[in-house]
Nanobody, 118 residues
Framework: QVQLVESGGGLVQPGGSPRLSCAAS????????MSWYRQAPELERELVAA????????KYGDSVKGRFTISRDNVKNTVDLQMNNLKPEDTAVYYC???????????WGRGTLVTVSS
């Protein structure tokens, strides 16, 4: 059974630096690109960050470049998102996604809510 379980969300003060983690199971993690997406109320889901299968290629959404860092551990089957200098506009549900680059198979987590507020 495929599972992607996000953790690390919650209420954060502006300027805070939480770390999200996504634990994967039920598929060959090292063969999937991993991404973090987010969706704020009344807005479309957007890409936050993505990382290639071996961790060498990373890309970020324009709004988080220089503040967020994505990383993965192909032994622990986890992908993390280190978020720094959070702003109120970073408030959203953050989702973890796995995608097999050759077949296109995708899996999504249920999301974790991050609320940035003082």
């Amino acid at each position: 059974q495929v599972q992607l379980v996000e953790s690390g969300g919650g209420l954060v003060q502006p300027g805070g630096s939480p770390r999200l983690s996504c634990a994967a199971s039920g598929f060959t993690f090292s063969r999937y690109t991993m991404s973090w997406y987010r969706q704020a109320p009344e807005l479309e889901r957007e890409l936050v960050a993505a990382i290639g299968t071996d961790g060498r290629i990373r890309k970020y959404g324009d709004s988080v470049k220089g503040r967020f860092t994505i990383s993965r551990d192909n032994v622990k089957n986890t992908v993390d998102l280190q978020m720094n200098n959070l702003k109120p506009e970073d408030t959203a549900v953050y989702y973890c996604k796995a995608k097999q680059p050759y077949t296109g198979t995708e899996y999504w987590g249920r999301g974790t809510l991050v609320t940035v507020s003082s």
